[in-house]
């Protein structure tokens, strides 16, 4: 088999999404992820310009060699643009395996660890109130696994409150918009919303809660533990992870479970995090972490460490980089959890796909390869359209992590 062509596909049907079709010479195509929102057409450009070249002639199913190629060969060696564009690459080549092998992607994986994939909704609200409320339309809708995030009394706008509230999508501006942040207010507020939480809804429900980057190591250890007594099942991003040593201060301090990793790009980012077993779920993905090859070594290298998968799942992975998600998940013996941010239904119909939920699980379902194709005269009819993230500010006015 030799690859004929590779076309990259952008559309925005509700937000944007870059895609790669490869096709070979046989009629077997697939396809990758490799949006990274906010910076979509530096990827569409990396693999335009360098990586579809290089690939013309090549064997699809050398994808251990294609990945090496394009990571050793590149001298330029990881970040969220290169690692975006491998791994958008080695999705589409696991893709066209398993359709030529003509079973689900799970079994080349090893097979299934496990029935279906744990996944774990968004429940957010202006305040206490309104996040009880969402809680309980989660746990309505079977859910097991529940983040949580409230507005914070004195702040106008914080991350992870939205007005709506399945769909919710935070790159909402053609140019970034601004939310003020207090560590004082959040702290104090972020118990009180848990301890209601459970007052209402009792143990059962696995509660999440992410931080989004916003303490410092000594703030998120006195967090950590404040947040004890309600026991969460994990609490995401507490500091920024540049400095994977932070963690070692959190760490002595709180029993609460860490997670860690949406933006990190390589195993290189998360090694002391891992070896000194300083996080309990890492929340590499598919497409931002190099693609199934690469995220697989990742978790392989955490299973040693009792560290488990938390998969970002939010609107930004496309649904592609959600059903190779599912197909690793469901095989990965370290499996922990998979984040599930609803698409809107344009977007599940620009990209049809044989996942599917039910009572708290997404089941990856069994067509060959990964299960997730486009549609592209749909995706036609949705153009690129600008759209940022928002950036944070402190009270002073200084700029702080979003
Ligand atoms: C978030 C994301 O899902 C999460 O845990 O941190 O919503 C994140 O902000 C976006 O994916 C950024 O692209
Ligand atoms: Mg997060």
Request: hydrophobic share 35%; aromatic share 10%.
């Given at each position: ?34 949006t990274l929102n ?314 049809p796909h044989a ?23 749909l995706a036609e ?22």
């Open positions: 088999m030799k690859i004929t062509d590779a076309k990259v596909i952008v559309t925005s049907p509700g937000r944007n999404f870059v895609t790669l079709k490869i096709m070979t010479d046989e009629c077997v195509y697939g396809i990758g992820d490799a906010g910076r979509e057409l530096a990827v569409v450009s990396y693999l335009k310009d360098h990586v579809a070249p290089c690939l013309i002639g090549r064997d699809p199913h050398q994808i251990e060699d294609i990945w090496q190629y394009l990571y050793r060969g590149a001298y330029w060696r990881t970040g969220p643009v290169t690692m975006a564009a491998i791994a958008a690459v080695d999705t589409a080549l696991w893709d066209i395996k398993a359709k030529a092998a003509n079973m689900p992607l799970y079994q080349l994986l090893g097979g299934k660890s496990r029935a279906g994939v744990m996944v774990y909704g968004h429940a957010n609200g202006r305040d206490i109130d309104e996040t009880i409320d969402e809680v309980g339309k989660y746990v309505e809708l079977g859910y097991k696994a529940i983040r949580a995030q409230s507005g914070i009394p004195g702040l106008d706008s914080t991350y992870g409150v939205s007005a709506d509230k399945l769909f919710y999508e935070p790159a909402d501006a053609d140019l970034p918009s601004e939310n003020v942040w207090s560590t004082t207010k959040y702290l104090d507020h972020t118990p009180r919303l848990f301890e209601a939480i459970r007052n209402k809804y009792g143990f059962d429900p696995h509660l999440l809660h992410d931080v989004h980057h916003r303490l410092t190591p000594i703030e998120a250890a006195r967090l950590g533990k404040s947040l004890e007594p309600y026991r969460l099942f994990w609490m995401e991003d507490a500091v920024p992870a540049e400095n994977q040593e932070s963690f070692r201060l959190i760490r002595q301090h709180t029993t609460t479970p860490l997670a860690v990793g949406e933006i990190f790009n390589t195993i290189w980012d998360c090694r002391t995090l891992i070896q000194e077993q300083l996080i309990d779920y890492i929340r590499t993905t598919v497409v931002h972490a190099g693609g199934i090859t690469h995220l697989r070594r990742i978790l392989d290298f955490a299973s040693i460490y009792n560290v488990r998968s938390g998969c970002h799942g939010a609107t930004d992975l496309s649904p592609v980089c959600m059903g190779a998600s599912l197909h690793l998940g469901l095989s990965a013996p370290n499996f922990g959890v998979q984040e599930y941010m609803r698409h809107t239904p344009e977007t599940d119909e620009v990209f996942y599917s939920y039910s009572d708290g699980y997404l089941y990856p379902g069994d067509t060959p390869g990964h299960g997730v194709d486009l549609d592209e005269a009819k949705y153009p690129y359209r600008r759209a940022y993230l928002p950036v944070n500010r402190l009270e002073d006015g200084a700029m702080w992590n979003w």
